[in-house]
C-alpha cells in the first residue's frame, strides 16, 4: 500500500535550518508529484512546495519562496525540504502528499517548532 514517512522536525530558533525528508514506498515513485503541506493551530493546510515527477518543475507557496528547497532523489523514493531563515510563523506540523491514480495520501507529519 501507499506509504509517506516524515522525519527530520525539531525545535529551532528563528533564522535557523532543518531539512525534512518523505520516503515513500508502495507506488512507482518518480511517475508522480510530491508536495509539502503544513497546518498550524487553528489554521487551514496549506501548500507549501510542490515538485513534478522527474524533479524538473518546483512550485512554492508565496510565504516560502527563497527560504525553502523541495527537491527528490528519486533513485531513493524520497523527498526533500529544506528550510532555511525559520520564522516562527512556519511554526506547524508538515505533511508529505502523493495524488496516486486520483486519491490523495498524507504522511503522519512531523512536527516544526521555530521559538526562542
Known amino acids: 500500500q501507499v506509504q509517506l514517512v516524515e522525519s527530520g522536525g525539531g525545535l529551532v530558533q528563528p533564522g535557523g535550518s532543518l531539512r525534512l525528508s518523505c520516503v515513500a514506498s508502495g507506488f512507482a515513485f518518480s511517475n508522480y508529484a510530491v508536495s509539502w503541506y503544513r497546518q498550524a493551530p487553528g489554521k487551514e493546510r496549506e501548500l507549501v512546495a510542490h515538485i513534478s515527477s522527474s524533479g524538473g518543475i518546483t512550485n512554492y507557496g508565496d510565504s516560502v519562496k527563497g527560504r525553502f528547497t523541495i527537491s527528490r532523489d528519486n533513485a531513493k523514493t524520497t523527498v526533500y525540504l529544506q528550510m532555511n531563515s525559520l520564522k516562527p510563523e512556519d511554526t506547524a506540523v508538515y505533511y508529505c502528499?502523493?495524488?496516486?491514480?486520483?486519491?490523495?495520501?498524507w504522511g503522519q507529519g512531523t512536527q516544526v517548532t521555530v521559538s526562542s
Open positions: 502528499n502523493a495524488k496516486v491514480n486520483w486519491i490523495d495520501f
